[in-house]
């Protein structure tokens, strides 16, 4: 089956540190991969996402590449800032089956 | 453009009473999604609708969980009778194409519900 797996948390991080969490995936065929992000006390919104192998994700200075070779789409910021602090969710989707499978989520917390 | 409306967002209840959360789609979305998040956990799939045809539902625990979405617009999510198990928060989600694209989903706020 489908299935997502995300690196343990908590992170936390000084301000301008460089970020990575990462993501693997298990699935069939050719899914699409998406990082959602939520923010304390809203709804997941998406960052960004990859709908094919070697395409790049970039949204607010967060990039994800879709690496089909290691089955991983692991998340990246070159410098974090304190509005950055959420629960960070890689999820795919199949082409032919819209559900998101999502990984466990990752808290991150980021201090001035 | 207004984004996905859910009521109500918190709810308490005793064990073996009923409850019902409701999900506003952003207008014109064909598909809505009900998941499942757990405490700590990613959200899970509990039921898929194509308008107003359920699509997917192998997920949704049928003894006790029940979802309608009348008209292919609005929908509703039962559970009767609750269960401790079920506290954690129901999360609603839609997107305009039909369910085998990958079109990208707009999630509501959730409501999160405590069973005592």
């Known amino acids: 089956g489908n299935s997502v797996t995300q690196m343990e948390g908590p992170v936390t991080l000084s301000e301008e540190a460089f970020l990575t969490i990462n993501c693997t995936y298990t699935?069939?065929?050719?899914?699409?991969l998406f990082w959602y992000v939520q923010y304390p006390g809203e709804g997941l919104q998406l960052l960004l996402k990859?709908?094919?192998?070697?395409d790049k994700g970039s949204n607010k200075g967060f990039e994800a590449t879709y690496r089909k070779e290691t089955t991983s789409f692991h998340l990246e910021k070159g410098s974090v800032q304190v509005s950055d602090s959420a629960v960070y969710f890689c999820?795919?989707?199949?082409?032919?089956?819209?559900?998101?499978?999502f990984g466990q989520g990752t808290i991150l917390t980021v201090h001035p | 453009e207004a984004g996905v409306v859910q009521s109500p967002r918190y709810k308490i209840i005793e064990k073996k009473q009923p409850v019902a959360f409701w999900c506003n789609p952003i207008?014109?979305?064909?598909?809505l999604y009900w998941y499942l998040q757990n405490l700590g956990q990613g959200p899970e799939l509990l039921i898929r609708?194509?308008?107003?045809?359920?699509?997917?539902d192998s997920q949704l625990p049928k003894d006790r969980f029940s979802a309608e979405r009348l008209k292919g617009v609005d929908s509703t999510l039962k559970i009767q009778p609750a269960e401790l198990g079920d506290s954690a928060v129901y999360l609603c989600?839609?997107?305009?194409?039909?369910?085998?694209?990958?079109?990208?989903?707009?999630f509501g706020p959730g409501t999160r519900l405590t069973v005592l």
């Open positions: 989600a839609s997107s305009p194409g039909t369910s085998g694209s990958t079109d990208t989903q707009y």
């Open positions: 699935a069939t065929g050719y899914p699409s």
């Open positions: 990859a709908t094919k192998a070697d």
């Open positions: 999820a795919l989707a199949r082409p032919s089956y819209g559900k998101l499978t």
């Open positions: 207008s014109g979305h064909n598909t």
């Open positions: 609708y194509e308008n107003e045809e359920a699509v997917d």
